[in-house]
């Protein structure tokens, strides 16, 4: 069935009676024909309003090219019930144009035409760090809020430009909610400090399926978070990825290739970070905002030089510089020919809530020799950290 036409001021009467088409008479006054094209029939919505009696009907019908006809296809509404037809009783009965309340279409509550950014006005940027954050228009410039004086689960759909909010209240070394509600009528930002970097002090609740700061009732439409190693600045760099959106998410990259040289390893020696790291000098940080699928991939490669007779291993460990987890089949690798080979470690997997880093991690498992590392050689290798993340 074609889509109905809509028209402003369109109403005509009828006496006819029945269940059948009704015969229409020339409006008067203000009003005009159901159907002025005058040169085919066309599809509209309509409703049908006894003018004494309480006979009424909403439905879809055609209107014919001269507006004296209008068939009844299908009743949506009326005082037989729903969907039946009206046995209209004798008298002058008002017919118009009219939208039917149920086909017409409610706001989305997923509608978010925006991103969480440091830069203004660039809503995936590459590299960026900074003191205030922006929610920016991105593929759109609605969003939806709810709006408890409507009724409960009544949603407004806000037309908006670029909102910015600054970080001076965000806390070093935990979590951060961003979030945007409707002040008297006017987008405002807010943020919620986690009480660390992976619990929150206030929890996520839901309505219509989309997240809220708190209650669902206070408003506070859940945007993504953020993670601050120190007071009011946050970062979004491919080695750390601090801003995490939740909806229209992008896949980010995540770099961290220090290319600093060789160094050796001598003996057995347990686990420890790559080259003795101990300040993710070496690790790719992130930041997860809502679960519970956020996927996150992350190749690692170095070069070893071996000798005879020692084992060496190298891994991605999450958290920590201990031995990876064994949940991935390349999380950690071993190597004992003598000679050079390219070692590579893969994670891929779907972290908790909160701050994450990946660590780079060694160890020589068997053997007394010295071996020499590689994260770099001129014109022949580059290794590191190269991943994406889900944001």
């Known amino acids: 069935m074609p889509n109905p036409i809509y028209f402003d001021r369109r109403k005509q009467t009828t006496a006819t009676t029945g269940t059948g088409a009704l015969t229409l008479a020339v409006p008067s006054g203000p009003w005009s024909k159901l159907n002025t094209a005058g040169v085919a029939t066309i599809t509209i919505s309509y409703c049908i309003a006894h003018q004494t009696a309480s006979d009424w009907e909403t439905g879809v019908g055609t209107i014919d090219s001269t507006s ?85 689960g009544q949603w407004k759909l806000f037309d908006f430009t670029e909102l910015s909010l600054s970080l001076a209240t965000a806390s070093g070394g935990v979590g951060s909610d961003i979030f945007i509600y409707d002040n008297a009528g006017v987008l405002t930002l807010g943020l919620q400090t986690w009480l660390s970097g992976s619990a929150r002090t206030t929890a996520i609740n839901y309505l219509d399926g989309i997240p809220f700061v708190g209650a669902a009732s206070a408003g506070k439409r859940y945007l993504g978070s953020i993670y601050c190693a120190s007071t009011g600045t946050t970062v979004d760099s491919p080695k750390q990825r601090w801003v995490w959106n939740y909806a229209n998410q ?28 101990a300040t993710k000098a070496r690790a790719v940080e992130f930041m997860i905002g809502l679960g519970p699928f956020v996927p996150v991939q992350v190749l690692g490669s170095v070069y070893v030089g071996l000798v005879s007779g020692q084992y060496v291993n190298y891994g991605l460990t999450l958290d920590g510089t201990g031995q990876p987890s064994t949940l991935d089949p390349l999380s950690m690798v071993e190597c004992a020919l003598a000679g050079s080979a390219v070692q590579v470690a893969e994670y891929n997997q779907m972290p908790a809530v909160g701050y994450h880093y990946l660590q780079p991690v060694e160890a020589v498992s068997s053997g007394s020799g010295s071996s ?18 889900w944001a």
């Open 372 to 389: 020499t590392w590689y994260d770099y050689i001129a014109a022949r290798f580059v290794g590191g950290l190269n991943g994406t993340i």
């Open 250 to 277: 992008v896949g980010r990259r995540m770099i961290n290739s220090p290319q600093t040289g060789q160094w050796s390893l001598t003996g057995t020696l347990s686990w420890r970070g790559q080259n003795s790291d």
């Open 68 to 152: 004296t006809t209008l068939t009844r296809t299908a009743a949506v509404d009326g005082s037989a019930g729903a969907g039946a037809l009206v046995n209209f009783s004798a008298g002058n009965k008002d017919v118009f144009i009219t939208p039917i309340a149920a086909n017409v279409g409610r706001v989305n509550p997923a509608t978010c035409n925006g991103r969480l950014t440091l830069v203004s006005g660039n809503a995936v940027p590459d590299t960026a760090s900074g003191t205030t954050i922006y929610f920016t228009p991105y593929q759109g410039c609605q969003i939806a809020i709810p709006e408890p004086s409507y009724g409960t």
